[in-house]
């Protein structure tokens, strides 16, 4: 469960304070895979980066799984990203001279996982999300960007996050392609009870998740409840209240597929 109670970030600029992040509030459920999307200067990637404990907020709480993140102290904030969040990216973020099964493992390496029980959960987890035996030895060059996007997410799951947090994470793929991701996603967020945020520019790819946020100004200014039943997609649209209050309730998700 993701929690976000009143959360405010502000600048200082030469022209005065600046407010990215305006009294937001809202919570996910386990399980469930969620869209931001806004303009470009609407407040969705400093929101991420808050999320992330890549950044603090000025006020506000946010909890996962029960854990108040803005409480942590520096040096507990590392811990927390290494151990309880999974980072998926645009750009894959793959380390070139890595195999995909060493790019997997990595992360349980830092978190001090024994050798053997790193191996075996990379493979696991490379298997769930397509990848052939064959594919696991080969460096990014030779993989295909579905398939660098494909490990990227099998990363995130390593340490197994309560959340992941996903930057445009079809926005070098094409629309085929991209819809498959998205797909897998879904399901992954099912299977491993993880909480999935992605920012999206993509309106089209935002409502094939189970919900999507609307942000503008710094605000939470709408919402979708997007269904799919029997695979087709339909979507229910409201408003946010004064309060920027959300609960979300977990819809069922769609089946992967393979590329």
Request: proline fraction near 4%; charged fraction near 20%.
């Amino acid at each position: 469960m993701l929690t976000v109670q009143n959360l405010r970030k502000q600048f200082n600029s030469e022209a005065g304070p600046v407010t990215a992040v305006s009294d937001i509030s809202f919570e996910v459920p386990e399980g469930v895979f969620a869209a931001i999307v806004g303009k470009s200067g609407s407040g969705k990637s400093t929101l991420l980066a808050l999320l992330g404990a890549l950044d603090k907020p000025s006020s506000g709480t946010i909890q996962v799984g029960g854990q108040a993140i803005t409480a942590l102290s520096d040096r507990d904030l590392i811990a927390y990203r290494r151990d309880r969040i999974g980072f998926v990216f645009q750009a894959y973020n793959l380390v070139p001279n890595l195999t995909a099964l060493e790019n997997v493992m990595l992360p349980m390496e830092f978190a001090r996982v024994e050798a053997k029980t790193r191996r075996a959960r990379a493979i696991g987890l490379l298997a769930q999300v397509g990848l052939t035996e064959a594919e696991h030895d080969r460096k990014p060059s030779r993989l295909s960007g579905g398939q660098q996007q494909r490990v990227a997410i099998a990363r995130a799951l390593a340490n197994r996050p309560k959340l992941i947090l996903a930057d445009e994470p079809t926005g070098n793929l094409d629309a085929a392609t991209g819809k498959v991701i998205v797909n897998l996603l879904h399901s992954l967020a099912r299977e491993h009870k993880t909480t999935i945020i992605a920012v999206t520019h993509d309106l089209e790819i935002a409502r094939q998740t189970d919900l999507t946020f609307k942000i503008a100004d710094g605000k939470l200014v709408g919402k979708e409840h997007n269904h799919h039943p029997a695979g087709a997609g339909t979507s229910t649209t409201t408003g946010i209240s004064a309060t920027n209050e959300v609960a979300v309730a977990a819809v069922p998700a769609r089946q992967s597929s393979r590329l």
